[in-house]
């Protein structure tokens, strides 16, 4: 998969906010075959599988997702001739489902008041065990977590030094995974999360439905070591959507919702932690076109005014 999964671009985007001119930095993960961040992460968990010989010619692959790391396996699966079997909260965007089911994929969808998120976990072990499937189990699975060391966070540091990373934490895969290949450089690299202010486990307690898809799924993920998490950010929805489509129309830069929030996370970091702040962009706007990020009056709220961007 080498030229179509990882080594994607490191941007440096130069913005004002308070009156001064400041920049961070953001990993361009659409650039990846399926357009998300979740290639790399699947494609470590199957090649892994595969080694192991878990993963046989008839062996079906089985996953709970919010849409990412499915259309991930989906393409993927493809590739290798398999079976892909995918259970999802039907709250994502349609846009996923319709995907998933282009690259072959068979979709199982979960409503709030069936059971949401966690169902969707059940329903996928159940399915696995009746069916003799492969359980890809992103929430636990440490290929997960050593993708992001050995390749994305790798490829961070080829290009600069960190002084702090910052993201959401869907698996906690990027986090976790970037934070430990950057803190083995850098020991006094931050390492800060960000979580919707409607949906958090970490910070408040709160657990309200949100929009910021991919990130925020109702429980700590097993990947995840809150005490390796200096700091938490909560963001809102609306401050996500307004970011996001801010880097679009004001940058060019045509991203999904949680690299907006991601982006507003590390503009707020960069105020407190010197040095380079670094996040990532998970995907790209094209998933949420009938989402409310498609409809998104821009209100000019955020106080940041983007300049322009370099590419290192
Ligand atoms: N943003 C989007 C759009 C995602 O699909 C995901 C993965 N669920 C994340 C952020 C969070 O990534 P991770 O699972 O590595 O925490």
């Known amino acids: 998969m080498k030229g179509l999964i990882g080594d994607t671009p490191l941007i440096k985007i130069n913005y004002k906010y308070k009156e001064k001119r400041r920049s961070v930095y953001a990993k361009i993960e659409y650039y990846n075959l399926t357009g998300s961040i979740k290639d790399r992460v699947a494609y470590y968990m199957l090649r892994s599988a595969m080694e192991k010989g878990i993963l046989k010619e008839d062996t079906p692959i089985v996953e709970a997702t919010s849409g990412n790391t499915g259309i991930s396996l989906a393409a993927i699966g493809a590739s290798l001739k398999k079976k892909v079997v995918i259970f999802m909260p039907d709250w994502v965007s349609k846009e996923r489902e319709k995907i998933l089911k282009m690259y072959g994929a068979e979709v199982h969808l979960y409503s709030k008041e069936e059971g949401g998120f966690k169902r969707c976990i059940l329903e996928a072990k159940k399915y696995a065990e ?121 940058l060019g830069l045509g991203v999904g919702i949680s690299s907006g929030a991601n982006f507003l996370a590390a503009v707020k970091m960069e105020e407190e932690v010197k040095g380079n702040i670094v996040t990532v962009f998970p995907d790209d706007l094209k998933k949420y076109i009938s989402s409310d990020l498609g409809a998104w009056q821009k209100c000019g709220k955020l106080g940041i005014e983007l300049l322009d961007y370099e590419i290192l």
Do not use: Y
């Open 130 to 250: 009746e069916h003799q499937g492969f359980l890809t189990n992103q929430f636990s699975n440490l290929d997960n977590i050593r993708a992001h060391k050995e390749t994305t966070g790798k490829e961070i540091l080829e290009k600069i030094t960190v002084d702090g990373f910052i993201s959401g934490i869907g698996t906690g895969g990027t986090l976790m995974g970037i934070g430990e290949a950057l803190c083995a450089k850098n020991p006094s690299c931050h390492l800060w999360a960000l979580e919707p202010k409607n949906m958090s486990i970490l910070k408040t307690g709160v657990t309200l439905s949100h929009k910021i898809d991919g990130i925020g799924d109702e429980f700590i993920p097993d990947l995840v070591s809150p005490n390796k998490i200096e700091n938490i950010l909560l963001i809102t929805d609306e401050e996500a959507l307004e970011m996001a489509s801010m880097l679009a129309s004001d």
